[in-house]
């Protein structure tokens, strides 16, 4: 059956005093796809399309497909996958920064034989350590007013007893180091642990410094 259009629908309806109301449908052309409205009763009929004038069954449109997922989420999704793509390019290079920093600031330990020192045979062997004494630097201090001299510094007792009847003897240098004299000291009794603060006179001429030679204790 074919319908002319809205005009032919609306001819056929009852007339007044026998209207009903009836039920409007909206459908699409199947070529153009333009909207038509027509009655629910002349579904699946023909008629002129009101846009391109072809011929066109009446149906419902059909409705629009929607996304399985919503696209709120579709979107959302993106972002964040955007963002930690973002979060690990950044961590990638932050790694090989500090990788090449690393690299950088290695330094390649080699071991090293041990060092034998010669100074330790010297202090075995000196005089005063192998006496029991530990000996300060030796100074020379002249009196203010006099041309006296002094070799003076300190000898520390390193034994736990005491020590009697202690003689310090200095030798005196020169400028070049050659001996010009010596110079003596005596202590009747330093304590345990304890500490003599010596004063050797100097008698040469032309001594520079000076420095111990012996420590003897009475037995």
């Known amino acids: 059956m074919r319908a002319s259009g809205f005009a032919h629908f609306a001819s056929s309806m009852p007339k007044t005093g026998q209207m009903k109301q009836t039920k409007f449908l909206t459908g699409e052309c199947q070529h153009c796809h333009g909207p038509i409205e027509f009655p629910a009763e002349s579904a699946g009929l023909t008629t002129d399309c009101s846009h391109c004038r072809k011929q066109t069954e009446l149906l419902l449109a059909l409705p629009k497909e929607e996304p399985t997922i919503p696209r709120a989420t579709i979107v959302y999704t993106i972002i964040a996958v955007i963002i930690l793509g ?39 062997a000196s005089p005063v350590v ?90």
């Open 86 to 124: 973002a979060g690990l390019a950044g961590a990638i290079v932050a790694l090989k920064m500090a990788q090449r920093k690393a690299a950088h600031n290695k330094v390649e330990v080699v071991p090293q034989a041990p060092i034998r020192s010669t100074n330790a045979t010297a202090v075995a």
């Open 130 to 219: 192998e006496a029991g004494f530990r000996i300060s630097p030796v100074t020379l201090e002249k009196i203010k007013g006099s041309s006296l001299v002094y070799a003076v510094g300190t000898l520390t007792n390193t034994a736990a007893r005491q020590r009697f009847g202690v003689r310090a003897q200095f030798d005196l240098l020169d400028e070049n180091g050659n001996k010009v004299g010596d110079a003596k000291d005596y202590q009747q009794v330093i304590e345990p642990h304890g500490e003599w603060k010596f004063r050797a006179l100097v008698v040469a001429a032309k001594v520079a410094s000076a420095k111990i030679a012996s420590v003897t204790e009475e037995k």
